[in-house]
């Protein structure tokens, strides 16, 4: 089974885009990039696409490659300040000059739509989330919307990034399954992804995933992207190889990456719903 992420969230979009208009909120997102890396502008103007076709409005803040760590934060203030942005996104990742922990901190826990401050973390790992990193939870949705089973079953995250592999371990525990987070340093690695009923891998390494590593019926989210020098996108997973064992899989592109933004819609939307009746649960 193709786990269609695509199809998934046109479908919470489609849902999104009733809900705002019957609230009568306008929610608002703004997004700030430093540089100009092409990946990134590209990802931001997916979620400004992403926010016109729901009704939220959308502002950009562009900063020059050289913008020091201080002018970063200054323009997070400005945005923490202004009542009108439900919502703040910093696209990562930041130049080398820039501290990322520094400016993550920064952004208002309540505006922090990514859900990396330490608050929404800290929220996560206690099993009462405000706004759930949007992959991880991009993730859920997909495994819900497909009907995969989590209570019970043994899931493998194969990654331990601060916005990937331990808030996704952290879900998937929350939900009720038994969970092993692998990284560079696990002894026996491709022993620990058979054990697998669920097998996320957000390493970032073209095909590094293969057919030997996966358990037969296992469930397969492939949340790496990685790029050739043709510019041809491929997840972690090879995945026509490891598709014939699996149970069901994920595609690049067309997974978890499209389940990305429409969990950030999502988030700002409950952003919004938040400022006007209850922000003092993250104050």
Do not use: W
């Not at 103007?45 to 016109?52: F, G, I, Q």
Request: hydrophobic content about 45%; overall charge negative; proline content about 6%.
């Amino acid at each position: 089974m193709i786990l269609d992420g695509k199809a998934v969230s046109e479908k919470r979009l489609e849902l999104l885009k009733e809900k705002i208009d019957e609230s009568g909120l306008y929610p608002r997102l703004a997004t700030v990039i430093v540089g100009e890396d092409p990946a990134s502008q590209m990802y931001v103007r997916m979620k400004h696409r992403a926010c016109e076709r729901v009704g939220i409005g959308s502002i950009g803040i562009e900063l020059s490659i050289d913008a020091s760590t201080e002018q970063v934060l200054e323009a997070v203030a400005r945005l923490n300040a202004d009542p009108d942005i439900d919502g703040i996104l910093v696209q990562l990742p930041l130049p080398r000059g820039v501290e990322t922990a520094r400016v993550i901190d920064a952004v208002a826990p309540i505006k922090d739509v990514d859900g990396f401050h330490p608050f929404n973390l800290g929220r996560l790992l206690a099993g009462k989330p405000v706004y759930a990193p949007c992959t991880p939870q991009g993730v859920m949705t997909i495994l819900d919307e497909y009907g995969i089973p989590i209570a019970g079953k043994r899931a493998v995250v194969v990654g331990r990034s601060i916005d990937v592999g331990r808030p996704m371990a952290v879900l998937l525990l929350n939900a009720d399954a038994t969970v092993t987070i692998c990284h560079s340093r696990t002894e026996n690695l491709a022993d620990e992804m058979r054990r697998a009923d669920i097998l996320v891998s957000a390493v970032g390494k073209a095909k590094f995933v293969r057919p030997d590593m996966v358990k037969a019926g296992a469930t397969v989210i492939d949340v790496g992207i990685n790029q050739d020098e043709q510019g041809r996108l491929s997840g972690d997973v090879d995945f026509e190889a490891v598709r014939e064992r699996a149970g069901a899989i994920t595609p690049v592109p067309g997974g978890v990456g499209p389940m990305t933004i429409a969990t950030l819609m999502e988030n700002t939307f409950k952003a919004a719903r938040l400022r006007t009746c209850c922000d003092e649960i993250v104050r």
